[in-house]
DNA sequence: ATCGTAGTACGATGATTATCGTATAAAAGT
DNA sequence: ACTTTTATACGATAATCATCGTACTACGAT
């Protein structure tokens, strides 16, 4: 099997409703976190969460379908990648708004 | 019966993903835009929503209850506004991002 | 007092969602 | 070939959510 290509929305398919249901969740959250700060591809095992492997592979998904995050396989691993240009021209500000305050959210 | 007095969450009970939640929704995405607009306490019925009236208390309970909006009794009627200082405060940025993707995206 | 207007309360229902475990697949290293 | 690592697919389950209709309440006007 070669499936290895994944679906991503395009940027005209992405909807702010979609965006906005991803993003309140706070696994999903801190993904998006995670990612604007590492500021590159990341493996989906470099980031912990406290739910299991299956539950982890559904909310990659539910950012990758709202067009949140960009994922390539890498090897045996999936390298996760925030859409920041796509996001940006779309909802300028949306992104780092929220991330501004996840970030100051959890420094409590 | 006084129950005429509506539970809002202070401020420092407001929680991000709550407010990501409530705006998650197309409904309650145009009650949001349409207050942004009008600027001012808005009574429910001044808003046209394609539900039933029970749908429509629900979201405007979700809005309330997450932080967006404040509702006080005013006569038969309640006016809703938007919290637009509390959540500047909170969330610099997110909610004027929001409205103008809101409304741009509906502007096509 | 009665009536109309504006909105709530209370179930009920169907849809979506988050979660899990197990079985599976694909790639890299031995 | 085999093993390990990384992640998916598939079904199941429980929780949450959007929606509705009906009955109700509170207020203001007649």
């Given amino acids: 099997m070669s499936a290895r290509i994944l679906e991503h929305p395009s940027i005209e398919e992405i909807r702010l ?11 999903r959250l801190g993904i998006v976190r995670f990612l604007a700060e590492s500021g590159r591809g990341v493996p989906c095992s470099e980031i912990e969460l406290a739910v299991s492997k299956s539950t982890g592979t559904h909310h990659y998904r539910v950012l990758r379908e709202a067009g949140v995050i ?3 396989y890498h090897g045996t691993s ?14 300028p500000g949306l992104l780092d708004s929220v991330v501004a305050a996840a970030r100051k959210r959890s420094a409590v």
Same sequence: chains 1, 2.
């Fill in 70 to 72: 960009r994922q390539v």
């Fill in 78 to 91: 999936k390298l996760s990648s925030l859409r920041r240009d796509d996001l940006d021209t779309l909802f």
């Fill in 17 to 27: 409703e979609a965006v906005l249901h991803a993003l309140a969740d706070p696994m």
